[in-house]
């Protein structure tokens, strides 16, 4: 039985902030200031507080300017519309990134809303959402992006490729299905109202699960030679040991036996997300100085 490769996410993400971080230092010579970028956490979400510092950090050591703002969870959505509206309005800062999710009082759409497109790193305004549908250059979403990166990393052209993308969220599987139709793949998406979901998915070259319940697709779904994308964060508590560990949306262990070349969890996509919000924000530095997107 031949076993399918195991993509390396965190090795691809390690050697793209490399690259963005030459990008940040010639930036920094011609235009004699640091590309910024604002992140703000409402309340104290232990996962949100840890991708918070862990944006900070990568942020840092990219050479970018990191400006980090953590609000109780009580603020009202005046207030933090005004400090998106300062933010906006900040010329050191060139990304701006909400973290979601909010506090159920404050619409997240009104504060999307509020970001300029131009500093909307997250690619999540509805400007930039329709610059991707419409096939126009634009900040996209950095989760779909980095999947996109490492599908075409792997397989070069996805040309004529049958695309199965499991979950339609503005912000994974509509943008992820948009990316791979931008790359001529042929897409379905599915979601929880898809009948025959296995068939569906055996359909595919290419198997992009962005669903958010642990080991749901099966191995036996995957067509043989199919490249899978695991975007699924999920946490299980081991009924052996009793401890807890994050997995995946697929059933890695069975679907290796099918696959070409499927991401781990952890250690595909996620690092990805970050590596690629770094890169989207010296995109957003570029065209606020007026230069040349970078390559
Ligand atoms: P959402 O909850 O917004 O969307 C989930 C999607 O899955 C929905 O479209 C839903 O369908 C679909 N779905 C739910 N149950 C089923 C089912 N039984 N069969 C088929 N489809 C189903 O999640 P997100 O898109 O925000 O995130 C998805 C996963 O990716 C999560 O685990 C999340 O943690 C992870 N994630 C990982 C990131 C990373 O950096 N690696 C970044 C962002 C997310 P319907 O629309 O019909 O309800």
Not at 119 to 144: I, M, S, W, Y
Request: hydrophobic fraction near 45%; charged fraction near 25%; proline fraction near 5%.
């Amino acid at each position: 039985m031949t076993i399918g490769k195991i993509i390396d996410g965190k090795g691809f993400a390690a050697t793209l902030r490399a690259q963005v971080a030459e990008g940040v230092a010639a930036f920094a010579e011609k235009t004699a200031r640091k590309p910024g970028l604002a992140v703000v956490l409402v309340g104290e979400d232990p996962a949100s507080s840890v991708y918070v510092r862990n944006k900070g950090k990568m942020t840092l050591a990219a050479g970018m300017e990191s400006f980090e703002f953590k609000l109780p969870a009580t603020i009202g959505e005046e207030e933090l519309l005004d400090l998106i509206e300062e933010l906006n309005a900040d010329e050191r800062i060139d990304g701006i990134l909400c973290q979601l999710p909010l506090p159920k009082h404050i619409d997240e759409a009104s504060v999307i809303a509020a970001i300029d497109p131009a500093k909307d790193v997250d690619g999540f305004h509805v400007v930039n959402a329709g610059r991707l549908a419409t096939g126009q250059e634009t900040l996209v979403p950095c989760t779909p992006l980095g999947c996109i990166m490492l599908l075409k990393d792997e397989l070069g052209d996805l040309g004529g490729l049958e695309a199965v993308v499991i979950g339609r969220s503005n912000i994974v599987g509509k943008p992820m299905a948009q990316l791979l139709l931008a790359e001529n793949c042929t897409v379905t998406i599915a979601h929880s109202r898809t009948r025959d979901i296995a068939s569906v998915v055996h359909r595919a070259d290419i198997v992009v699960a962005a669903v958010g319940r642990a080991e749901m697709v099966k191995g036996e779904w995957i067509k043989p030679g199919a490249t899978v994308i695991d975007v699924g964060i999920n946490r299980v508590v081991d009924t052996e040991d009793g401890k807890s560990r994050i997995v995946g949306d697929v059933a890695t262990a069975e679907a290796l036996a099918h696959v070409r070349a499927i991401t781990p969890v952890p250690g595909g996509v996620g690092p990805m997300t970050i590596a690629v919000l770094l890169r989207n924000t010296l995109v957003a530095a570029h065209a606020r100085a007026g230069l040349p997107r970078p390559e």
